[in-house]
């Protein structure tokens, strides 16, 4: 088949913690020459509508996603779904119970960094940035910190604050990997291991979450995305083909301010891979 030249299969809106509404996400998206979008927001599906009716009025491919955050050892790995029906019970029920630990770690981490800075009401001034109470982010910790002039950038504060061992971040258990591929499975998507260049396994630790999750049914891996170097790009496409999953290619994008990659500015897939978008039609 023809493979399109410009897919863009990961973004955040308003909905998680993106500063775009999806319609304007699906604007920016086509201005951008992207011809398949996913919108795939944190733990939650609430903006997929929206975006799919933006999609379809500028003539876009639209596939709607989530991006799962899943715990694996000690580390947080974030799981995209991918075609997934928005509508699908066990799905949306996996969701909720996810995003039901967000508010209570929020309360943790507010505490904790009023211990740490001269800001009080850390809780409440970080609620006015979460558009949904139930998907305080830590990216709208570190919106509000650089508010209150704790910091000079959204990046420093995770350095400083919100990263493993500083004084902000509560370690949290999120969904298993098992649970979030099975949620992605029955509601007929494809589940992608997103930005695996990003975690600190070991390379025996990664080979086996690769293998556990291809047993899984798991369907493939993001090899282009904005936060993957070129050296990246090449160490996962051989573990694509290694492990036979389809590739995928996501900005991750958030805000035009804070991220480092704008929709559909990508390289493009290296040839030799099965893009998963074939299997989203
Ligand atoms: P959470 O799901 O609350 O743990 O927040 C994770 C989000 O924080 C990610 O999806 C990114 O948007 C953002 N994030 C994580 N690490 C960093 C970092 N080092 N710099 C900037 N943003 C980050
Ligand atoms: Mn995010
Ligand atoms: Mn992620
Ligand atoms: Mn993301």
Redesign the pocket.
Known sequence: MLVPANADLHC?STVS?GTLAPAALARRAHANGVQIWALTD?DETGGLHEAASAAQALGLHFVPGVEI?VSVGDQ?V?ILGLGIDPSNPLLLGGLAQVRAG?DARAHLMAKALEQHTAISGVYEGVSRYAGNPAL????HF?RYLVEQGVCGT??EV??RF??PGKPGYVEHTWATLQDAVEWIRAAGGQAVIAHPGRYRFTPTEEWALFSSFKEMGGAGVEVVTGSHTASDFRKYASLALAFSLRASRGSDF?SAR?SRCDLGQLPALPADLSPIWELLH
């Open positions: 955040h913690d944190h955050s947080t974030h967000r305080i982010s830590r990216t570190a959204t990046h995770f350095g919100l990263t958030h804070e």
